[in-house]
């Protein structure tokens, strides 16, 4: 209960403890072959603040992708070192066991 109140509470703050990165990251960590379109409505971005998203993440060697098809799928480079000082002694993959529930990460 006490958790459920929290929940409706941080959904009315305008601030959250992880990045629109961060959030990307774990939706494409969550379903590889995800769109913008459905990482924008995921996250509450638009879809060009997505792509550039992407691209960074790509351009930092954290995001691979290969075409299938007209769809791209993603694969998270889980082993690399997060990029802020204070998390720099963490993994990529240290974040997503810490937010994803077991059994949800594809890549």
């Known amino acids: 209960m006490e958790r459920e109140r929290n929940n409706a509470e941080v959904g009315k703050s305008s601030w959250t403890f992880l990045t629109n990165h961060a959030h990307v990251l774990i939706c494409i960590a969550q379903n590889p072959s995800s769109r913008v379109r459905d990482l924008s409505a995921l996250v ?17 060697g954290y995001l691979q992708y290969a075409r299938e098809g007209r769809r791209n799928r993603y ?12 998390e720099g002694h963490c993994v990529v993959s ?14």
């Open 44 to 60: 509450g971005i638009t879809e060009r603040a997505v792509h550039r998203i992407i691209t960074e993440l790509k351009e930092g």
């Open 75 to 86: 694969t998270v480079r889980c082993d690399l070192a997060m990029r802020h000082p204070v």
């Open 94 to 107: 240290d974040l997503l066991e810490t937010v994803l529930q077991p059994g949800t990460r594809s890549s």
